[in-house]
């Protein structure tokens, strides 16, 4: 079953502070990964989209790391701000069929000051 | 440049009632999509538009149905609205389809809520 895990369900840190949010995967046939970004009652933004052959992809203070072999990707956020606060949403993309994209649950991150 | 817009942002309809929610995106995209989400659930998606005048079924079609009115425009079609539709509903757009190495654009959400 094409399944897509988030974790941790959700994260406090401080301000300044780093942190790795994890994506797992069994998606298959694997076309590309994206990590998007949900602000409470907003849609989702963009943040990275990486194909197998991408390891690492950043935006900013944003780094999305990708390893085809384990069907494992990270996002590291460093320095974190107050308005990281937020849902960040991996989404796997199937080169085939018609519901093509897989959604994670996502990860609640809470910045405190 | 508005990107993707959604109308209304908020709806309460009654058990049975019909309403159609409707988007539109200024960024020239070939493909359009709907989606809806859940607590403790990822979006899943409910129609596409690869292109215009074409529409395909996603994840959860059944209760909906979808217009691709032009280019512009796609709108999504509750018959009989039924409590299981609670739901935020999402708008996206992509200039190409789904699969493509390329991103989709989201709306800002129709919250809507049956009784």
């Given at each position: 079953?094409?399944?897509?895990?988030?974790s941790?369900?959700?994260?406090?840190?401080?301000?300044?502070k780093?942190c790795?949010?994890?994506?797992?995967?069994?998606?298959s046939?694997?076309s590309?990964?994206?990590?998007?970004?949900?602000?409470?009652?907003?849609?989702p933004?963009?943040?990275?989209?990486?194909t197998?052959?991408?390891?690492?992809?950043?935006n900013?203070?944003?780094?999305?790391?990708?390893d085809?072999?384990?069907?494992?990707?990270?996002?590291?956020?460093?320095a974190?701000?107050?308005?990281d606060?937020?849902?960040?949403?991996?989404?796997?993309?199937?080169?085939?069929?018609?519901?093509?994209?897989?959604?994670?649950?996502g990860?609640?991150?809470l910045?405190?000051? | 440049?508005a990107?993707?817009?959604?109308t209304?942002?908020?709806?309460?309809?009654?058990?049975?009632?019909?309403m159609t929610?409707?988007?539109?995106?200024d960024?020239?995209?070939?493909?359009?999509?709907?989606?809806?989400q859940?607590?403790g659930?990822?979006?899943?998606?409910?129609?596409?538009?690869?292109?215009?005048?074409?529409?395909?079924?996603?994840?959860?079609p059944?209760?909906?149905?979808?217009?691709?009115?032009?280019?512009?425009?796609?709108?999504?079609?509750?018959?009989?609205?039924a409590?299981?539709?609670?739901?935020?509903?999402?708008?996206?757009?992509?200039?190409?389809?789904?699969?493509?190495y390329?991103?989709?654009?989201?709306?800002?959400?129709?919250?809507?809520?049956?009784l």
């Amino acid at each position: 079953k094409n399944q897509v895990e988030q974790s941790p369900q959700s994260l406090i840190i401080l301000e300044g502070k780093n942190c790795t949010l994890q994506c797992n995967y069994t998606v298959s046939p694997f076309s590309n990964l994206r990590w998007y970004k949900q602000d409470t009652g907003r849609g989702p933004v963009s943040l990275t989209i990486m194909t197998f052959s991408e390891n690492t992809k950043s935006n900013g203070r944003y780094t999305a790391t990708l390893d085809a072999d384990t069907k494992q990707s990270s996002l590291h956020i460093t320095a974190s701000q107050l308005s990281d606060s937020a849902s960040y949403i991996c989404v796997v993309i199937r080169n085939s069929g018609y519901s093509t994209l897989t959604f994670g649950k996502g990860t609640m991150l809470l910045v405190s000051p | 440049n508005a990107g993707v817009t959604q109308t209304p942002k908020f709806q309460v309809l009654k058990t049975g009632q019909s309403m159609t929610l409707q988007c539109a995106q200024d960024m020239n995209h070939n493909s359009m999509y709907w989606y809806r989400q859940d607590p403790g659930m990822g979006l899943r998606l409910i129609y596409y538009s690869a292109s215009e005048g074409t529409t395909d079924k996603g994840e959860v079609p059944n209760g909906y149905n979808v217009s691709r009115l032009n280019k512009r425009e796609f709108s999504l079609r509750l018959e009989s609205a039924a409590p299981s539709q609670t739901s935020v509903y999402f708008c996206a757009s992509s200039e190409l389809g789904p699969r493509s190495y390329n991103e989709q654009f989201f709306g800002p959400g129709t919250r809507l809520t049956v009784l």
